[in-house]
């Protein structure tokens, strides 16, 4: 499969996507980290990587976290790396990351996906989205 490439309008895509999510509750399957990753890759390159095992199938933690053991054999760090290897998504050094480049960190709840913006990766909470500073993840992955 070809690495993903930005569109060439990928900026205005993907901050609509990120201020649209400003005003969404979590939602399991709609507006969860990893719903919210797609989302943002979607905008910014036209293909949703969540569309063939995790789009429209789940609305629970059980769920997803199921869809995402099927997927790739394990939790969420072996799903983006399965996807980031399918996808020529490079995984790089957090230092590195820019924006709308993927970013995960450790969190009360386990590890959680977000997206780059600035020295913040932004990662869905009960309501909208939250800011954590990016030099407290432990992996990243460049989007296209």
Known sequence: ?????????????????????????????????FSFACNCAEAMTGVDLAAPFYRGKVNSRTQA??????????????????????????????????????????????????VVLGNKIYIPAERGIHGWLVHGCHAAWRVG
């Open 1 to 33: 499969m070809p690495a993903l490439q930005r569109r060439p309008d990928w900026e205005p895509r993907l901050i609509a996507t990120i201020e649209a999510a400003c005003e969404v509750s979590f939602s399991w399957g709609t507006h969860d980290c």
């Open 65 to 114: 976290y199921g869809r995402l053991k099927r997927y790739a054999g394990g939790g969420l760090q072996e799903a983006v790396d399965k996807i980031a290897r399918s996808h020529g998504m490079a995984e790089v050094m957090v230092t590195r990351a820019r924006r709308g480049d993927w970013a995960m960190m450790l969190t009360p709840d386990g590890d959680a996906l977000g």
